[in-house]
């Protein structure tokens, strides 16, 4: 859990138990490499550790399999706005901030539950460029320049890296981005924390990075289909990282992908997972790592099950698959990014 200053208090409905908090909980990392496997062959051993350690039948072979862990998960729990920031794309992060990673930062968020009227600030209005910009953050006026999105509950937002952006009240959201930490605050409505201190603003390195014009950020375009007893939405894709949501009533098998590891997020419901492990029980919160090459698993619900399955893959696989599951090119390029 990561205190943060826009955070709340009660992490319900995803964490019950972490209710009337002492401080403002911001985010929950999901796959952070500090993360430590419950049970399995790494059980109370940290992801970061355990990943420089697994072969390929735990990997796969695919993209991102190489190097660093390469997929960052979370919940954000916003009482009030975000700063206004951005993030950087890799060929800046690995010339700039080198000592930090070196990684940029593409992300997209999965909207789990919205108050009326929420809703995000996702680039720029038309007509800013980086003088306007730069004027509209010394005077504090910089939040009426951004293009205002309503969110709702299902909804799905991709932001590449250099799209201005900020996250309002009222939601809860899954975040899947590239592993990266890695933020530019442009204005964050002059707030302190507890000592009285401003957050750091990062402004010469916003407007380095801020992609002005058009932009592939915004909604996507979900498409459903079934494999089997799951109701599978494509949500998004991108050459670092894909995710689907699973919806599911009735106990389903779940094949290898050999390709790649998943990772399965619990969005809500409960049952079984039986595996090459026996059977364990899930529930809401928890993200399961799911090996390349497992000889195969069932899901048994016990109650409305909805899960988030992600992971890294190559482009043209994942088209390939769709493709061979009814998914047409109209279709995927409402949710598919290359």
Avoid at 258 to 270: M, P, S
């Amino acid at each position: 859990m990561v205190p943060r200053i826009w955070g709340r208090r009660s992490l319900r409905p995803i964490y019950p138990a972490f209710d009337n908090l002492p401080e403002p909980i911001g985010e929950a990392w999901l796959s952070g490499v500090e993360c430590v496997f419950a049970e399995g062959p790494f059980a109370g051993r940290p992801l970061g550790q355990a990943w420089d350690e697994m072969s390929g039948k735990w990997k796969g072979t695919g993209p991102g399999t190489n190097g660093n862990f390469p997929l960052l998960a979370k919940f954000l729990f916003p009482e009030s706005k975000l700063s206004i920031q951005v993030h950087p794309d890799d060929a800046y992060a690995a010339r700039v901030e080198a000592e930090t990673g070196g990684s940029g930062k593409t992300e997209m968020w999965h909207v789990l539950a919205a108050d009326p009227g929420a809703e995000v600030l996702l680039g720029l209005a038309p007509g800013m460029d980086a003088g306007s910009l730069r004027r509209a953050i010394a005077d504090g006026s910089v939040e009426t320049k951004l293009r205002r999105v309503a969110v709702a509950p299902g909804d799905t937002i991709y932001i590449p890296a250099g799209t201005v952006h900020a996250i309002g009240p009222g939601v809860l959201l899954c975040e899947l981005q590239q592993y990266s930490d890695i933020t530019y605050r442009l204005f964050d409505y002059n707030r302190v924390d507890a000592r009285g201190n401003r957050r750091a603003l990062h402004v010469e390195k916003a407007l380095d990075v801020i992609e002005f014009g058009s932009s592939a950020a915004g909604m996507t375009k979900p498409v459903s289909h079934w494999r089997g007893p799951v109701e599978v939405t494509e949500l998004a894709a991108c050459r670092y990282f894909w995710a689907e949501r699973w919806r599911l009533e009735r106990p389903a098998e779940v094949s290898a992908s050999k390709e790649h590891f998943d990772l399965l997020i619990v969005l809500a419901g409960t049952g079984t997972i039986t595996g090459d492990m026996g059977e364990r029980d899930y529930h809401p919160g928890e993200t399961w790592f799911v090996a390349a090459d497992h000889t195969g698993f069932r899901i048994e619900p016990a109650s409305a099950t909805t899960l988030l399955r992600s992971s890294v893959a190559d482009l043209g696989s994942l088209k390939q698959r769709l493709a061979a599951e009814g998914v047409t090119k109209t279709e995927m390029a409402g949710f598919l990014f290359e």
